[in-house]
C-alpha cells in the first residue's frame, strides 16, 4: 500500500532533469564540474562557472551546452563558427545541438536526420515554412495571454470546464533554481481568456516543480514534481548535500484538482528509481501515458500501464519510440501524439503522430508521421493538448526570445481541391462528375461520395484526408472513366501524395473506345489486315464515314464520338464481309468479338491448323472440341453445304503410317460432327497423309518441328454449295 503524502510535511528537492522544455538553473555553493552541472540542467551555473574558468579554451563544448540549454541560439552560433564540428558531431553530448544550430542557420546537409532522404529532398524538406503564416494544412496562431519568456511543460485541455491547465514556469527563484507550479486558464470559443490560476492548492513552496498536468473524468490530477524531499522546505541545506543526493529525480503524483493538501505517488512500477518518470497522460481514466529514462540507453521514451482493479500494470515501451528522447504522450483514443528528437524530423523537438491499437488489453502503434508545416520548425515543437479532433493548444520556441509560446491551432488535416474535368479531344470544359472511394482498414474500398461538376465543369470541394488512401473514378457521358489514385502521407517522402494530388487539378477525358478482336470464325486464330469502316451521325445530324486497320494480332480499337446510330463493316480479302448495327451506345460497346469466314464455293478449302492429337493416336484433344464445334456451327449456318474432312499429316514418319493414321483422323473428325446432328449425307472423310505438304519438309529433308507442325492440319474442302 503506498502511504499518502502531507503537503504539509513534504520537503520537496529539486529534479536534475534536462529536456529542452524544462530548463533549470543552479546555485554557485554546489561543488560539480560544468559539465556534471550541464548533464543535470544546471545550464546559468555551469556558464557562470566556465566564465571563470581560466582553461576556457578547453571548455567551449561545456560553454555551447549551456548557452544551447538556456535557448542563447545566437551566442551559441557565434562560438560554433570558431570550433571544429567534426569533433562536436562525434560526441553524442554535442551532436544534436550542433545539427541545431546548423539547420537554424539553413545547412541541412549533415546528421542521420537526413540518411532517409534523397540529396535533392534534404533542403525541400528541412526549409519548408516555419512560421505560423503559412495556409492550407493549419490554422495556427499565438493565444492571446499575458506572458514573457516562460516555459511550459505539459498541457491539458478540460474542454467541459472550459480551462486549460499548465506546468506553467514562475517568477520564484530560489538560490538560481525556478520553480514550476500547475496553474489554469479559461478559454471561450477556442479562445485562450482570464488570468493564471493556481490549479493545485497549498502553500506557494509545494507547488514547487509542478509540471505535465493531466486530469480523468473524476477530478483526479496527475502531474509530475520531484520525488524526494529536502528544496522546498530548506533550500540552505543544499550546501550540505552530497553530489549522489543531488542527482534526485521526477516521479508521477496524483491529487485532487485545488485541493492538494495530499498527494499520492504512483506505484514504484512506475515511479522507478534512479529515472526520470514524467508527462503523464490518462486516457479514459484507466490508460496512462508518461515518459521515462529508464532504459539503460539513457534517452526519454513513452510507455503505458493500465488500471485493473485498482492496480497499475508494469509500465510496457511503446514500439514508436526512436534512439532519442520521445516524450509528451497525449492521445485521443485513436491516435498517440508525441514529441521527439528523433525520427525524420525539422530538427529540435517535432510533433509525432501514430495509430494507436488497443486490442485484447495491449497497445500498439501504427507507422509514426511526422505532423509536417507548419505545425513543426527547426526549434522545439511540443504536443500540447487536443481540443476536438482537429483543434488544440501546443507550446513552441519558435518565435520567442528564449521562452515558450502557446499557440492555437486548427489542423487541416485533409487535402481540399478543385478538379477541372476537360474532353482530351478539343480540351473543353464537359460536364461530369467523381466518385470517391476511401480505401479501409480491411483494405476494401468504401464509397465515400460524389460530387458533379458546376456549369465550368469544375468538381470542386474534393477533401482528401492526408492518412487514408483514396481512389477517384471521374466520368462523363461518351467518354472513357478514369480512375486516379491518391496515396496515404509518407511523412519520408510526402512529395509523392503531393504528385498525386496534382494529377487531379485537371482531369482529361477521352472519347469511350468500341475494342475488340477479329477472328477466323472456324479456326478461332487472329486475323490482321483488316479493314473496318464505321459510319455514324454526329451531333450535327451529318453522316460520317471513316476507314482504319486493325493490329496485326486482330486486335481493334476506335474512339466512339457521340453518335446514336453506328454502322461497322470489317472486310478482308478471302473472307466475306462483316457487318454490324448498333443503335446506341450500349449495343456497340456489346461488341468485342468478330468471327469472320473465309469466302467458299465449290473447291475451296477451308484450312483448320488448330484441330490436336495426342502423339500416335486417333483422339481429339480437349482444346480441339471449340474448334470442331465451330464447325458444326458453320454448318448449321449453310443448311445444304456438304464438305470432306481432310486430315494431313507432317512427313516424319513412313508414308503407309502417316496415310493410315490421318484416315483414322479424319474419321474421328467427321463421327464428332455426325454425334453433334449434322447428316452423314453432307459430310466425306479422307486421310492425306503426308501427299500435300504445304511446304519443303519431305523425306529426307531436316527440318524444325515448327516447319513440320505447317503440315499437320484440318481441312475443309466444299463440294457442293
Known sequence: MIKPISLGQLKVRHALFSISILTLSSCSQLFFTPG???????????????AKSKNAEAEQAELLISLFGQHKYKEANELLSGMSQDQLLAEPRTKDIVLNLKRNAGDYSTGDHTSSLHEEQIEQFYTWPANNNAVGEMEMKKA??????ESFTGLHIDAANDKLYMGKKSKKEELGVSHYSVE????????????WANAIGGAEKSRAYSTSPT????????YSMSMFEGISANPAKMVEWNKESMMNNLGIFTTTVGNSETVTPLPESINKQSCNNTHPHILNDTILFFSSDRREAGNMDVYYSILKSGTWSEPKWLEMNSSYDDVMPISDGKNLYFSSRGHQNFGGLDVFRCAL?????????GKVENMMRPFNSSSDDMMAAMLTENTGYMATNRNSGGGDEVYYFKLNDADRINSLLLNADNEAAIPGQVMIFMKDEDDNWIVQGRIMTNDSGLIEGIELKKNKAYKLVYSSVGLEEKTLYVSTLDPDDPSVREQEIGELETVMLDWQKSKGVIQDRISDQGLDDVSITSSYDNQSGERITETFKNTDDGNWEFDVKPGTNYKLTFSKDGYEDYTYDATNLEKLKELTLVGMLQESKEGDKINIPNVYFDYNSDELKQE???IMDNIVSFMNDRPTIKVELGAHSDATGSDYYNKKL????????????????????RLKYKGYGETQLLNRCRNGVTCTDEEHAVNRRMELKVLSE
Do not use: H, W
Open 215 to 222: 486530469i480523468d473524468s473524476k477530478g483526479n490530477l496527475f
Open 144 to 149: 492571446p495571454l499575458m506572458y514573457q519568456n
Open 662 to 681: 490421318s484416315e483414322r483422323r479424319a474419321k474421328t473428325c467427321y463421327d464428332y460432327l455426325v454425334s453433334k446432328n449434322i447428316s452423314a449425307s
Open 357 to 365: 491499437n488497443m486490442a485484447g488489453g495491449e497497445i500498439t502503434t
Open 184 to 195: 489554469t486558464v479559461g478559454f471561450k470559443n477556442n479562445e485562450l481568456v482570464g488570468t
Open 624 to 626: 480441339s472440341f471449340a
Open 36 to 50: 556534471q552541472l550541464n548533464d543535470n540542467g544546471y545550464y546559468v551555473q555551469a556558464e557562470r562557472d566556465l
